[in-house]
């Protein structure tokens, strides 16, 4: 507990990049001497600009034992990059984190033929029956499945390994203790029982649009290979796969229809040079002479898929109705879907049609830029919005505030 307050004091301290905190880590040795090192010690250390040598002049640890006793009454575990348990396979990436939280078992990744499995959030019926099988065989067949917990080919992919029995990790862009989206909340539950959570924000931290793309590169740097199921053409699943391959790592796609949109994605990374999966074990016959012991190629003879249960994941039991103008509608009163009040102030300024700047809608929601621009960010990833040009957003539902 001694040690780990230092980690924490240095991986929030907001006005360093992950870069300059592993060079003071390189050239301290710890975060502890990072943390007494005098100012013209920390001067030494390559690249280190004025106002990072300000921010570490911040030496409160309140807020770092605040982080502390907030684990130990959740069951957080942390993992620093100097434990024995941290994943060497990430340890390789650029940028690694130097400290993750964790809930549930942490496995052993370096042992284990873990696949990332991605895809869109507005998946269609056919892209969540071919993750939920996918996630299912691969686990049958001894792979570890690992993904997002985010709705649709996310969720898919781990229902189908815990239906298999089998342990699943996943990878959040946010606290271990915040479920989002809210509508994962048992498949949450199930993941930290049956396997484990993992992330490299402090509890409480709620998600943000630009948590995502920095998520993205521990849940490609944790695995062997990142399979992309379904995908339309602007995708944060094709971030995740353009990740892996800086990585060096493999990459894997589902082909699709043609005339599909939601599989653009997907035939174009297979047109690029994507491996082509239609069944688990073409991903893991790649790694069976490594790991001989943990895999075995009986495709043929895996059970047939348990039958899903009444709560999965992208298709909802209250589907939103639709407005005379054909999109679909949302009560931001009753707020099914979670949103925080800056989504809701967005969606209500944005028109349908015409593209709005975020700067101008900041100014009418009396909102920062930067806030906005998160929620707009989050909008999309949800699909309730659609970027139009530079920072140009249009409303891609219709917003009802009734109580009925």
């Known amino acids: 507990m001694s040690a780990l307050k230092y980690w924490v004091w240095l991986t929030t301290r907001k006005g360093l990049s992950g870069p300059c905190r592993h060079a003071l880590l390189e050239h301290f040795g710890s975060p502890e001497e990072i943390y007494y090192a005098e100012p013209v010690d920390l001067r030494q250390v390559e690249g280190i600009t004025a106002d990072q040598l300000r921010d570490l002049e911040n030496k409160s640890l309140d807020s770092a034992l605040a982080i502390l006793e907030e684990c130990a009454r959740k069951d957080i575990f942390l993992l620093t990059m100097q434990d024995a348990l941290y994943p060497q396979r990430l340890k390789n990436i650029y940028d690694p984190p130097l400290l993750l939280y964790g809930k549930g078992a942490m496995p052993l990744f370096d042992e284990e033929a873990a696949v990332a499995v991605v895809g869109t959030r507005r998946c269609t019926p056919y892209g969540i029956r071919t993750a939920e099988r996918f996630g299912f065989e691969m686990s049958k067949q001894g792979g570890l499945v690992v993904s997002g917990l985010a709705r649709g080919i996310d969720a898919a992919a781990q229902g189908g390994a815990l239906r ?44 943000n ?29 094709l971030i995740t796969a353009a990740t892996a391959l800086e990585q060096g790592r493999d ?26 999966a239609t069944e688990s074990w073409d991903i893991l016959r790649e790694y069976y002479s490594r790991y001989p012991h943990k895999l075995h190629p009986d495709g043929e003879k895996l059970p047939p898929l348990p039958k899903r249960s009444d709560v999965f994941y992208s298709e909802r039991k209250n589907k939103p109705k639709a407005a005379p103008s054909g999109l679909p509608v949302i009560n931001v009163r009753r707020n099914a879907e979670g949103l925080t009040d800056d989504q809701i102030k967005v969606l209500k300024i944005l028109d349908d049609k015409v593209p709005m700047l975020t700067d101008d809608i900041a ?27 530079l920072r140009k957003f249009v409303r891609t539902v219709e917003v009802e505030d009734t109580k009925e």
């Open 164 to 207: 298999a029995g089998a342990l699943t990790a996943a990878v959040l862009g946010c606290g271990v203790d915040v479920v989002y989206p809210m509508e994962n909340s048992r498949l949450y539950e199930d993941v930290a029982s049956s396997g484990v959570l993992l992330t490299e924000y402090p509890p409480g931290t709620e998600p």
């Open 209 to 237: 649009g630009w948590h995502f793309p920095a998520r993205n590169r521990i849940l490609s740097g944790l695995c062997l290979a990142t399979l992309v199921v379904e995908a339309p053409e602007k995708s944060g699943a």
């Open 251 to 276: 990459v894997y796609a589902v082909p699709g229809q043609l005339d599909a949109e939601s599989s653009v994605g997907c035939n174009r990374l297979i047109r690029e040079g994507a491996g082509l």
């Open 363 to 389: 100014i009418q929601a009396n909102v920062p830029v930067r806030r906005i621009l998160s929620a707009v960010t989050m909008l999309e990833i949800d699909g309730f919005t659609r970027q139009e040009g």
